[in-house]
């Protein structure tokens, strides 16, 4: 397999505050990132896709000027919550798909909890 | 569009047992198909991955099958432990892409 980290793990925020959740890829290049948003006891809805080098392609109904996505280089991403909101709380998960390759690996997750 | 549907969405059996999950999808034309396992709170975990071209894929007591044409997929575990206890993903890609579509999930519980 492949290792992916997301950093931070959980978090807690205030509404109106703008929260940055870092996804790694730590022993590949990932040319294709993915992230994905999974309510309780719901399945996983892609957000966005991210290539290196280039803008993000945002899923229908995800605004683009609230979830940025930056694909900084070929192993970082970043998604950035902007002025969040308690309906924006979700498990948060990106995952990468190495150079190459058709599998997709993915992080452990970063719980948001806005209040 | 594509839609994934996993029946059962929850399934109890005692260990031991052996057991299946299934997985279907409306649109026939995938690239391929991935199991996966889920702990609560936790990331993915990938289990198995079935490329268009193939019929079937195994990893120890996991084994996964496709049938493309009809839009099925099963994943048979053998001799269910305690520790298979989780929730398992089904999710598909279409053809030329990465994106992945996910089913709701089964919620396995094997009671010790």
């Known amino acids: 397999g492949a290792v992916v980290s997301q950093h931070p793990s959980r978090v807690i925020c205030k509404s109106g505050t703008s929260v940055k959740i870092e996804c790694r890829s730590l022993d590949f290049q990932a040319t294709t990132m993915f992230w994905y948003r999974q309510f309780p006891k719901q399945s996983l809805m892609l957000m966005a896709t991210s290539n290196e080098g280039s803008k993000a392609t945002y899923e229908q109904g995800v605004e683009k000027d609230k979830f940025l996505i930056n694909h900084a280089s070929l192993t970082l991403s970043t998604l950035t919550v902007t002025s969040a909101h308690p309906e924006d709380s979700s498990f948060y998960i990106c995952?990468?798909?190495?150079?190459?390759?058709?599998?997709?690996?993915f992080g452990p997750g970063t719980r948001l909890t806005v209040l | 569009k594509q839609e994934v549907t996993q029946i059962p969405a929850a399934l109890s059996v005692p260990e031991g047992e052996n057991l299946v999950l299934n997985c279907s999808f409306t649109d026939s034309a995938i690239y391929n198909l991935q199991w996966f396992r889920q702990d609560p709170g936790k990331g993915l975990t990938s289990l198995l991955l079935i490329q268009s071209s193939q019929r079937e894929q195994t990893s120890g007591r996991l084994n996964a099958s496709l049938d493309k044409s009809s839009g099925r997929s099963t994943l048979y575990i053998a001799a269910s432990q305690p520790g298979d206890s989780a929730t398992y993903l089904c999710a598909v890609s279409g053809a030329g892409s990465y994106q992945l579509t996910f089913g709701k999930g089964t919620k396995l519980s094997v009671i010790p």
């Open positions: 995952s990468e798909v190495k150079r190459g390759g058709v599998e997709q690996f």
